[in-house]
């Protein structure tokens, strides 16, 4: 009796340590797989830190073996916009047809690449832009229940889950004026049960808040005569009060976003192409430079606490981690520390040129040139090195979604996930 | 339980087949009716309809494509994607039935442009029969993909080493079949390569003869919406006085002749206006239409600019330097027969880069399909 007790104990004791290594080894290779519901990802800024992702991809070629490319889904038309992901279904948008009149979304299965449903739409504004652009050049946006996604002939679709329309405005049709022909694309936000939507562009320029179950519009502000493809951002203060950010060239301005009500306002240029970022309290805004705000509470105007002139990206927004605040002037990456005083410098060679955001998975950022290129760099307190750069053989200039320990990369004409083999 | 009483009972019945009466006399079934109600339906209500219509399992394909012809082109995503919706729960093959789309002219473009590329999703083979016999075909989406198809296949015939006369005759037929300008420029310099010009000018129809005056002050863009002596005058009488002076921004300033023979029927102000900043010119034109035609006014302008047709304003766009092509700006107009008066107002601003300085247009007037209107002889 008394040994089959202390052979029961000890067997539990054993069970029990075998329970919590295997506990420990599962939570050590474990995917984080929150959703990316929107351009740069949850919470506004490219960074996922538990993200395990590989340094180097090949695509298949001749004389070449495809390495950590898990699938590739050609898709329809043409895209410049980002994907994001939303449950186990990655979302994207391109255009088709006729002068890109054509508007495409699609819902592809994160695990097999199968297209899970796909809808087409018709522009009902102008789908004009640069050839190097697309009319999908906004990255779509949801709130876990709809999708929204936008386009640069300012045509704002909603769909659910499952690909069932919920409702489409033609924001053109109201204001036949607003846009321009060089293409727009800034991206859509979801507050609440608000999407906002910035037009900014010299003729007819407004932002919008548009109810997200019925598609009405619930406020519209004029905003300055300046194109502007920057997307709005939310700025969320400790006391849980919310701001809308729109940044344009004449001031930096906080909305409202159930109401569109301006809740302040700095004067100053900002960048017309690269959009801030929010996190942990600050706002990082580029504008010929980058200027850091505390962001206290949404009612009242961020105060500022450092601006620096070392990190000005032209096109990738900007990226805060731990080792300090990133961006990429042309292709040269800058890391600044918390005060603004440059920590590191690194050149991507023969990157050509970026439209898309990075993304830091782990330890590692991954920069997509257009021309397909993938830079890996390993972050550091003292030095960002290029630890690998792939090919992908096609285009890219839409940010890429980091989902568990995979990157999602939307080329211009597929979807492609890059993840261990 | 309540029992009803005679006049209840009556009521209720007169009820019933008033509402069967109605359902009889409209000759709609629940889902017509709901492809009707979302016509009209306010922004706030068309969730609801559309919701009820994609969970309808009678909802036909037919119906919604039919309903499309006549709504607005933001209605007209709400019919098509609850289209697709039908389609993909469809469990039988709907081939038969996207063909008939396709093949009815009198449906709507998008409708059938979207049962195309339905139907010929990931078979080449097919899509390139089914192109074959649209080259004329009225969806001007399905005319340009023929055409595409077209300079394809006049591609391979040439690296086959086909003889140049084929060759003509294939892109000349293209050349007919055409309506968008990238396509027609494309056309146009693969004829040229086989030493077969085209002239662009006349194939577009583009105005060439111009009476131009400038300069006026668009100094901090007060120009735009600056009511100047020569757009007084042409919208009070319609036409112009050719040896008027006025007072221009710097100096008096006349109506000066001007023909251009740009194949892109291109009207650059810069040389004749000496790359004058901050400023706007003035261009008026007659056309002689051979008989009253509805029509449109196709502008392309990289400046701020406004256009009237015969006195009346047609388009006013205050937008600087976001690029310009052939056919940027269109409105409807109406055309009389014997003479019409075009005026163009083209502001230029004061921005220094590089890639801001152009400060010209070309206007052309073309059906809806974008078939040039010629002038008569």
Redesign the interface.
Known sequence: MFSFAVSKAVGIKVVQRSLLCTLLVAIATAEVRADWPAFLGPGGNAVSIEASVPLEFVAAAEGKTQKNIAWRTPLEGRSVSGPIVVGDKVITTSSSGMEGRWLHVAAVDANSGKVIWERTSKATGRPYCHPTSANAAPTPCSDGQRVYAFFSSNDLVCYDLNGNLQWYRGLSYDHPQAGNDVGMSSSPLVVDNTVVVMIECQADSFAAGIDTVTGETKWEIPRPHKANWSSPRLAEAADGSKAVVLHGLDNLLGIDPATGKELWKIDMACSSVATAVFTKGKLHVPASGTKAYEFATATQPPKLLWETTRINPSSSSLLVTDIGVLGLNRSVLICCDDKGEMKWQARLPDAGQFWSTPVVAGQHLYAFAMNGKVFTVQLSDTSGEVVATSELGEDVLGSPAIHGNALFVRSVGALLKLAQD | MHRLNHRELGTAIVAVCLLLLEGQAIGQSPQTKLIAELRTAP??Q??TL??QL?NDPTTKLMDLVTAMATV???L???Y???A??VL?RSSGSTEAELQAIVDDKKLDA?AR??AF?VLS?GDAKKRDAMLQTMLDDPA??LR??AVRLGQAEVKVLKEGGAEPAQLTEAYRKLLIAAR?PEQIQQIADSLKELDQPVDLLKHFGFVSKWQLIASFDNRDRIGFNTEYEPEKSYIAKQTIDANGEYEGKATKVKWQSFETKEADGGVDLNPVFKNEKGAVAYAYAEFIAASAVDCEVRLGCTNANKVWVNGEPALS????H????ID?YTAPVKLKAGKNTVLVKVCQNEQTEQWAQDWKFQLRFADASGQAIQPAE
């Open positions: 922004v706030a068309r969730a559309v919701k994609q607005d082109p933001v007209k995503n709400f098509l994607s609850v697709q919706t993909e998008a442009y979207w590329s999703r001007l989406e340009y993909e968008l766009n205050e937008v600087y976001t690029g310009a092509q940027q």
